[in-house]
């Protein structure tokens, strides 16, 4: 089983700011099945990027998802007030697991 | 627009059954491979069970294989998830979420409902 490993388990940063979010995986994903999703409290996830850099319909510029093999980033260009929540990145390429997700709070 | 709807969930003695229901609209249902994913409270996503279109492709997370089944009637745009041998740490919220593609279960997943909650206690 693939374990995805995300960092940091918090991130405080300010609207306006850039954030940076990182998930590392155990083993290679192959062909770069990697998936990004956003989850506000109390709602279910959405899916933010998939395929590593793809975003998802509807999904704001501002998200960019990057990396291949075991390292991956999704980074949030300037924060707005709606993006402060969960993120969680999910692998595809070897069954489907998740990894622990990434709080981004407001400073 | 695409509408996932659970149902069935509840509160449930260890060791008894539940069987869940996700009720798919505005999208194609038997072109889909379809999926339950859970989180228990407080916690992460874990992905629980995987259908494809046909049903030709089945699979389970290993701390529900045996236990779980999961199923789909195409005539009634249905998912289903019938679970036995329920064990406290089954407690989560159920969602059903749907696969961008049909005939393999490893995908992201672009829709999701929004969740119906099993708690297993005495």
């Known amino acids: 089983e693939i374990v995805l490993t995300q960092s940091p388990g918090t991130l405080s940063l300010s609207p306006g700011e850039r954030a940076t979010l990182s998930c590392r995986a155990s083993q290679s994903v192959s062909s770069s099945y990697l998936a990004w999703y956003q989850q506000k409290r109390g709602q279910a996830p959405r899916l933010l990027i998939y395929g590593a850099s793809s975003r998802a319909t509807g999904i704001p510029d501002r998200f960019r998802g990057s990396g291949s093999g075991t390292d991956f980033t999704l980074t949030i260009s300037r924060l707005e007030p709606e993006d402060f929540a969960v993120y969680y990145c999910?692998?595809?390429?070897?069954?489907?697991?998740f990894g622990g997700g990434t709080k981004v709070e407001i400073k | 627009e695409v509408q996932l709807v659970e149902s069935g969930g509840g509160l449930v003695q260890p060791g008894r059954s539940l069987r869940l229901s996700c009720a798919a609209s505005g999208f194609t249902f038997d072109d889909y491979a379809m999926h339950w994913v859970r989180q228990a409270p407080g916690k992460g996503l874990e992905w629980v069970s995987g259908?494809?279109?046909?049903?030709?492709?089945?699979d389970y997370a290993d701390s529900v294989k045996g236990r779980f089944t999961i199923s789909r009637d195409n005539a009634k745009n249905s998912l289903y998830l019938q679970m036995n041998s329920l064990r406290p740490e089954d407690t989560a919220l159920y969602y059903c979420?749907?696969?961008?593609?049909?005939?393999?279960?490893?995908?992201?997943?672009?829709?999701w409902g929004q969740g119906t909650l099993v708690t297993v206690s005495s």
């Open positions: 999910q692998q595809y390429g070897s069954s489907l697991t």
């Open positions: 259908i494809t279109w046909s049903s030709g492709i089945i």
């Open positions: 979420a749907k696969a961008p593609s049909g005939s393999y279960l490893e995908s992201s997943f672009d829709y």
